[in-house]
């Protein structure tokens, strides 16, 4: 099963597909509103205005997994997101990463890109997963990872 072979519901309600985003970058990030790594999406959002036109999306899951750090709904995520930070990037809606209901997205992206020592587990907000223009799972990064520090890795696959 490949990573255009997924859908997730929008913040709006719709379901999108990513083969929707097929022949683009892709950083897909779960994403948290009150969490010490949320300012990422000022970064996020300034490396989304800095390379879309060449070819980069980025794809923000909100979740709720970690120190409940996600407990609005759709509507008060979306109006959070756009308020703070101008993100005008595609946003999901809530999901679980880890566990019995992650996100079928999710059980793919840790397969695919494990981290430290192998762990398949999210271990927080703002992990970040590189997906390039095939589809492939390149690299995931730690959520101490800022967006402005793996700028390179992304433009060196557009």
């Not at 719709?14 to 892709?26: I, N, R």
């Not at 205005?49 to 995520?77: H, M, T, V, W, Y």
């Not at 993100?87 to 996100?103: C, E, L, Q, R």
Request: glycine share 12%.
């Amino acid at each position: 099963m490949g990573i255009y072979e997924f859908s997730a519901t929008t913040l709006s309600g719709d379901e999108k597909s990513l083969a929707e985003f097929k022949g683009k970058v892709m950083l897909i990030v779960n994403t948290a509103s009150k969490c010490g790594f949320t300012p990422q999406f000022e970064g996020l959002e300034g490396l989304y205005d800095d390379l879309k036109d060449k070819g980069l999306e980025i794809l923000g899951f909100p979740c709720n997994q970690f120190g409940k750090q996600e407990p609005g709904g759709a509507e008060e995520i979306g109006a959070f997101c756009q308020k703070n930070y101008g993100v005008s990037f595609t946003m999901f809606d809530k999901i679980d990463v880890n566990g019995d209901n992650a996100h079928p997205l999710y059980n793919f992206l840790k397969k695919e890109a494990p981290g430290l020592l192998g762990s398949k587990g999210i271990k927080w907000n703002f992990t970040k997963f590189l997906v390039n223009k095939d589809g492939k799972v390149v690299k995931r990064y730690a959520p101490t990872d800022k967006p402005e520090s793996i700028k390179k890795d992304i433009e060196a696959l557009l």
